[in-house]
């Protein structure tokens, strides 16, 4: 019988096992067979090559201690897992052991593999085993090779995980602080971007590696781990850090994100102040509570701020935020705006946006019709008469790109608005009466929504005195193009003639 003919033998009895066993075969591999009686597995061992039984996939207490007596290689790459009777059992064999399809092995199970008497345990499919089954493990006589774990409890098991993967170690999640020191000695480059989280002692450990460091799954850093990784000599990579803490951090994430951190969620003073000295807008949309301290710090900014993660303001909050010296202020992230609130931020000095308001009450809208630049409400799809009637005073810019529909009344009072401009971009259709009222508003009217415009329409907004912006115009009879295209306060994008 040749060696295909073993391999395809799924059954065995006694008499057959003997009669394999006079075959002395260079190594006898039975992967076809599911099940052996003990009396089958003493009479195996006889054989005095390699012994493979890859189909077996549990394997009996006495199977395993007749098993245990073979001189040669065994291996039981079938088994997933192994009781602690079991590997008690397996312990006593002499040579090399193989239990590589083994996923998950208790402490006990360990303990007892520790006792293995021959010069190569491998496991090749274990990456995850507990602290105290791999100090077990580490205990063994020989060499265990396993796989890539995902946890390297001891300063043993990173030596063996460098001797595997040499610097390569993207696979670990987990270090205890004797790994990371064993680590740290390691003469190369280090990779451990698979670590999402460490203990300030792993940290420091971590920065006395002299060569380069990359750490890019690695996003939030205490204060104390932050200091230890700036003594790192060699290059280091880290991951786009949520928590900045000094101003060493918060210079190197401007240098790496510019202006845009929104995965930025915690902020120190000092932090703060550097960002806040940042040429250019910054966004810290992550931050969802700053404290009065760092929004202090950030109000020294002189670009555009943007704080959508902001939920609530109390009117020491909003105070703070209105000195911002920047010429943009978003505030998207709040739902509600008291007029308390309200009042305090119309005292700033730049444009102000609130896109996750949803109603403004005409009280409020009062409030701010004192401030003297922009006012965005994207999120608003309804105003009504009365709102409209307190924002006519206000002599900055209105943006109230949320509205899909515009009733005649409200067009009236919008038409009175004294302020520079007024947009309604998210209007797609134009009523006559409606466009009548719009065309007698005095200043630059922003309909970049509108797909579609009536001649008389057009007519009426040709004629007005200033601009009108009507980019969005998708369908328009060819005579309704030619009146709009001869206007000078017409600005039109590239319709299609209907």
Same mark, same amino acid.
């Given at each position: ?262 995965? !930025? *969620?915690? @902020?120190? /003073?000092?932090?703060? #102040?550097?960002? %806040?000295? &940042?040429?250019?807008? =910054? +966004?810290?949309? $992550? ?69 996750? !308001? *949803?109603? @403004?009450? /005409?009280?409020?809208? #009062?409030?701010? %019709?004192? &401030?003297?630049?922009? =006012? +965005?409400?994207? $999120? ?69 929504? !509108?797909?579609? @415009? ?7 907004? %040709? ?8 980019? $969005? ?26």
């Amino acid at each position: 019988m040749d060696a295909d003919g073993v391999r395809a033998i799924a059954q065995l009895s006694v008499e057959q096992a003997r009669e394999l066993v006079a075959l002395q075969l260079p190594s006898l591999n039975l992967d076809s067979l599911a099940a052996m009686t003990p009396e089958v597995a003493r009479i195996l061992t006889e054989h005095e090559g390699g012994l493979a039984l890859k189909g077996l996939t549990q394997l009996d207490d006495d199977v395993a201690a007749a098993l245990a007596g073979h001189p040669g290689a065994l291996s039981l790459d079938g088994l997933t897992t192994l009781t602690p009777t079991a590997a008690g059992r397996l312990a006593a064999h002499e040579s090399f052991l193989y239990l590589d399809g083994v996923t998950s092995l208790s402490e006990a199970a360990a303990a007892a593999l520790s006792n293995h008497a021959g010069p190569l345990l491998s496991m090749a499919s274990l990456t995850e085993i507990s602290p105290e089954a791999a100090r077990a493990l580490s205990r063994h006589r020989g060499r265990v090779e396993i796989g890539s774990l995902a946890v390297l409890p001891s300063a043993a098991w990173a030596r063996e995980a460098l001797r595997t993967h040499g610097g390569s170690l993207d696979h670990v999640k987990s270090l205890s602080r004797e790994a990371a020191w064993e680590l740290a000695s390691f003469d190369g480059p280090l990779s451990l971007n698979g670590l999402e989280s460490a203990t300030d002692d792993v940290i420091a450990e971590l920065s006395r590696h002299s060569g380069r460091l990359s750490l890019k799954g690695l996003c939030v850093l205490s204060p104390q781990a932050a200091r230890a990784l700036l003594k790192h000599t060699g290059g280091l990579s880290i991951g786009d850090l949520r928590t900045l803490h000094d101003r060493s951090w918060a210079k190197a994430t401007l240098r790496k994100h510019g202006g845009r951190l929104d995965h !930025v *969620t915690e @902020l120190s /003073p000092e932090a703060a #102040a550097v960002l %806040a000295a &940042h040429e250019g807008p =910054l +966004s810290l949309d $992550g931050l969802t509570d700053p404290g009065p301290q760092v929004l202090a710090s950030l109000v020294s900014h002189t670009h555009a701020l943007s704080l959508r993660g902001i939920g609530h303001l109390s009117p020491a909050t909003a105070a703070v935020l209105a000195r911002h010296g920047g010429c943009a202020l978003s505030l998207d992230g709040l739902r509600t705006l008291p007029a308390e609130i309200a009042m305090i931020l119309a005292d700033y000095k730049g444009n102000l946006s609130f896109a996750g !308001v *949803t109603t @403004l009450a /005409p009280d409020v809208a #009062a409030r701010l %019709a004192t &401030h003297t630049l922009g =006012l +965005s409400f994207e $999120g608003l799809t309804h105003v009504s008469r009365e709102t409209a009637d307190v924002l006519v005073p206000h002599g900055g810019m209105l943006f109230l790109d949320g509205l899909t529909s515009l009733p005649v009344d409200v067009a009236r009072s919008l038409a009175r608005y004294e302020g520079v401009m007024l947009s309604l971009g998210h209007l797609h259709e134009l009523a006559d009466d409606v466009a009548a009222s719009l065309a007698e508003y005095r200043g630059v009217l922003s309909l970049t929504g !509108v797909k579609t @415009l009536s001649e008389a329409s057009a007519r009426l907004l %040709a004629a007005r005195s200033a601009r009108v912006v009507l980019t $969005g115009l998708t369908r328009l009879a060819p005579a309704t193009e030619a009146m709009l295209r001869g206007s000078a306060v017409v600005e039109l994008g590239s319709p299609h003639r209907a």
